[in-house]
């Protein structure tokens, strides 16, 4: 009979403990007013949510499609032989001594990557409305596994343009050992550009219409079907044509690659400046309105 409250009593008293240990886990959100830091640390600790939805993105863009992984290969492919007749055979735009076909296709591969990302990223927070809606999680998770899906068609495109290279016979230079970091400035200039419109598009629904004119503006303001060169000795103009940020990286992907010449590096490191201008600020203002977007995405 002496047991039986000592039994009890043990029984209570671990169950307030697992009840304490369950309320220490729990953590209370509240939205944030003003200007806030990235918290870059938070962002780290849902790492595998990015895996995650980097992963789905992939498995649904090839899922149930006939060709598959070959459309990021026809998507530059095609528009290389288009630009190509027009810009190579008549209208004989300069290459920088580089076979027409392979100057094209070297640009659009790292073009078409920043064109995909930005839409994806763009149209992301809509489309995951009512993930947004239940679940907390950085939100800036969606736009930057939209990002890292598309490294996977560049990745394919690039084997390619490998293939090209071996082909025309051109071999790299020590060059291409910064190719690396031209890349990452792609993917700056795409997270930076998708999270301003990201943010953009879940206030103004009428800003999913602009991304296709902006980018279409982008591409004929980029020197992928022409060379770069021939605005060389410009003056302002040569600072004016670096605003696009990705006038820099298809200079310097060209040259990491190709060992293209680089006659006017002002514009590289204006679209460098302005890459990671577009970073930076796109962050900052994702995270200051991201409290909104479950409200009224």
């Known amino acids: 009979m002496t047991s039986m409250p000592s039994r009890h009593k043990n029984k209570g008293s671990e169950a307030r403990r697992k009840s304490s240990e369950r309320k220490e886990t729990i953590k209370y959100y509240r939205p944030t007013s003003g200007w806030v830091s990235l918290e870059l640390r938070e962002l780290w600790e849902y790492r595998e949510v990015i895996y995650f939805l980097t992963w789905r993105d992939i498995k649904v863009r090839y899922k149930q499609t006939v060709l598959g992984a070959l459309w990021a290969i026809l998507q530059p492919l095609m528009v290389m032989v288009i630009f190509t007749i027009i810009f190579g ?3 004989k735009a300069p290459s920088d001594d580089i076979p027409y076909p392979l100057f094209a296709y070297s640009a659009l591969t790292i073009w078409t ?4 990302g930005v839409t994806l990223a763009s149209n992301s927070m809509v489309m995951e409305g009512n993930m947004i809606k239940k679940v907390y999680f950085p939100r800036m998770s969606i736009p930057i596994a939209s990002v890292a899906a598309g490294m996977v068609d560049f990745c394919i495109a690039f084997v390619i343009l490998v293939g090209m290279m071996i082909y025309y016979g051109k071999t790299p230079s020590m060059a291409i050992l910064t190719l690396p970091l031209f890349i990452i400035l ?3 200039a795409t997270l930076g550009l998708g ?4 943010a953009l598009n879940v206030m103004f629904r009428d800003v999913r219409y602009l991304i296709p004119f902006l980018l279409q503006v982008l591409l004929y303001a980029s020197p992928v079907a022409y060379s770069s060169n021939l605005i060389a000795d410009k003056g302002a103009w040569n600072i004016l044509y670096g605003l696009n ?14 060992k293209t010449p680089i006659e006017q590096p002002v514009i590289l490191a204006t679209s460098a400046a302005v890459t990671i201008s577009l970073l930076i600020t796109g962050s900052f203002f994702f995270k200051r309105v991201e409290k909104n977007f479950a409200d009224v995405v």
Request: aromatic share 18%.
């Open 89 to 91: 055979r008549l209208l």
């Open 113 to 116: 990557f920043f064109a995909n």
């Open 186 to 188: 792609a993917v700056s």
């Open 195 to 198: 999270l301003w419109l990201g």
């Open 245 to 258: 940020p990705m006038a820099g990286v298809i200079i310097g992907f060209r040259w990491a690659l190709l």
